[in-house]
């Protein structure tokens, strides 16, 4: 949430602009590591950097979670169970959360 720009930080003007300003530095810390990625806007960073980490980031959540319910026990339309709620087995990550408000995870 913090680095696609959907956090609730929003309600803390203060803690948001601080994040903000230290998204802005890592952004282009990323942009000068990769030519190809100068000319992109932040908020393409933002998605290029969670499409390459998405995996990882899920990862580390739901394999950290000890037991936690907030993620799908199964994977895709033949409910084929997780590995140990961390992976299916294809390796997506058991969640469908990017896309739900963070308020309602």
Not at 2 to 8: A, M, Y
Not at 46 to 59: A, F, G, P, Q, S
Not at 63 to 92: I, L, M, V, W
Request: aromatic share 12%; charged share 35%; net charge positive.
């Amino acid at each position: 949430d913090i680095v696609r720009g959907r956090d609730l930080y929003i309600r803390n003007k203060r803690e948001k602009d601080r994040l903000e300003k230290n998204l802005k530095k890592i952004f282009e810390k990323i942009k000068g590591n990769n030519r190809k990625l100068s000319t992109l806007e932040d908020d393409q960073i933002r998605e290029y950097w969670w499409e390459l980490n998405r995996k990882m980031v899920w990862y580390a959540i739901t394999c950290g979670a000890g037991g936690g319910t907030y993620f799908r026990p199964t994977c895709g339309s033949r409910k084929t169970p997780t590995d140990d709620k961390c992976h299916c087995t294809n390796h997506d990550v058991p969640t469908y959360f990017d896309y739900v408000p963070q308020f309602l995870r």
